[in-house]
């Protein structure tokens, strides 16, 4: 029998008493006054969509990523898929991606009826490896779409010079990086297009939007365009020109973000900063904790970076484990830690399976990753007992089932 005081307490899975009374989700917004406050004054005036706040929030939000452009979205999809057809993405045309990502960033590739490369990632941070990239890219492709797996920024130096050498875009998957810097520099001006989604679970919130930012002037016009169904002009803009007459010049969308999003994501945009000095603040708690449980490696992060902390991704050691990563995850739900995973690998979904003939083994690494990972609690309004009781939960299942 075994002498751990830990063991001797038992699992919530067996009976025993769970860490917290009540489920903690693994992400969630956070909204105060100010922003109900913000939204509520929108409802009162005059523009509830394509208003004087959407202009606003775009410049704010490219002044906090140093883009000199920023078109928002209905949807952080919606963005990707702006970017693809920004990038002139086509039939025969190739983009390559990861597959450690929400399957978005693969399916904009596919709603411009172009094809999905899938690399595999650097087995430390989990994102695109920049020598996958080179073995697969080809004239074909137009375009790299990387993903900054969990809010730490991929190889973007590697993966810019990869795709300019081929005549490609490199466009960046920043949905879980708002706020993350590269080599010193903010995510957002550096790709030729990045990606941002204002889902609950991300570091600011609009409900659902999403926001493309770029430096290239040509590039935002055509993405301005085709969220507003390819009209070359703004139904505000004709409004204060007293003029009717608009043309539709490309095949766009109705990809528009609502005033009423956008104030709300201006009142949230304001706290971003103190709310990811938050998240730095529980990932360095979580990885000191961790450091020392045998059975987990806490996340890698590279010297160039300052991670945003989307999510918190642990990936077990199997080898010191006498049960799988299931049996852990279902320990940790019962202990009322509301775990999650983070990611299925895209070519591995049924839909690219059948359509395109994708198996097992294509991408090694990120095959291997997803069968260990566990994403714990992380978001901005956690407490600090709410941090001691992830600690004190994933200490106590993991000891629990160790070798
Ligand atoms: C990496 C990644 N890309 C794209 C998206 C899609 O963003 P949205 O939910 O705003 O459409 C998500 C959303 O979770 C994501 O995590």
């Known amino acids: 029998m075994s002498t751990s005081p830990t063991k001797l307490e038992p699992l ?24 109900i ?15 004087p706040k959407v202009g606003e929030f775009e410049e704010q939000f490219a002044a906090r990523v140093d883009a000199r452009h920023a078109i928002s979205f209905s949807s952080g999809t919606a963005a990707l898929h702006g970017a693809a057809f920004a990038a002139a993405l086509g039939p025969g045309d190739e983009a390559i991606t990861t597959p450690l990502t929400f399957c978005a960033t693969a399916n904009c590739i596919l709603y411009q009826r172009a094809t999905p490369v899938f690399a595999d990632v650097s087995p430390d941070v989990l994102n695109l490896d920049p020598d996958e990239v080179s073995r697969k890219i080809s004239a074909r492709v137009k375009a790299i779409i990387a993903v900054d797996y969990a809010g730490h920024p991929a190889a973007l130096d590697e993966l810019g010079r990869l795709a300019k050498g081929r005549g490609a875009l490199l ?70 020109a007293g003029q009717w007459f608009y043309e539709m010049v490309l095949l766009g969308y109705n990809y528009r973000l609502t005033d009423i999003a956008c104030a709300l994501g201006l009142s949230q945009l304001a706290k ?35 991670p945003a902390w989307h999510l918190y991704p642990i990936r077990l050691d199997l080898a010191k484990l006498t049960v799988d990563r299931g049996q852990i995850f279902r320990a ?67 000891s629990h089932y160790a070798r």
Request: hydrophobic share 35%; aromatic share 6%.
């Open 332 to 398: 940790l739900r019962a202990e009322n830690i509301g775990v999650s995973v983070h990611y299925i690998p895209v070519h591995l979904h049924p839909y690219y399976r059948d359509q395109f003939g994708h198996r097992e083994g294509e991408c090694p690494v990120a095959e291997s990753a997803y069968e260990r990972l566990i994403s714990l609690p992380m978001f901005h309004g956690m407490t600090g007992a709410d941090v001691a009781d992830v600690v004190k939960a994933v200490s106590k299942v993991i």
């Open 12 to 35: 919530a899975i067996h009976g025993g008493t769970p860490v917290r009374g009540k489920l903690l989700p693994y992400g969630r917004q956070s909204l105060d006054d100010e922003d």
């Open 171 to 240: 466009i960046e998957d920043a949905c879980h990086a708002l706020g993350a810097e590269y080599h010193g520099k903010r995510v957002g001006g550096i790709a030729d297009m990045t990606v941002f989604s204002f889902h609950p679970v991300k570091h600011l919130t609009t409900g659902e939007g999403g926001m493309v930012a770029t430096n290239d002037a040509r590039l935002a016009e055509t993405l301005r365009r085709f969220r507003n169904h390819g009209i070359s002009s703004e139904a505000r803009q004709r409004h204060e």
């Open 272 to 306: 971003l900063s103190p709310n990811l000095a938050r998240r730095r603040e529980i990932a360095a708690h979580y990885t000191a904790a961790f450091r020392s449980v045998p059975g987990l490696t806490p996340p890698s992060v590279r010297a160039e970076v300052n």
């Open 37 to 51: 406050h913000a939204v509520v004054e929108v409802l009162k005036s005059d523009w509830l969509t394509t208003g």
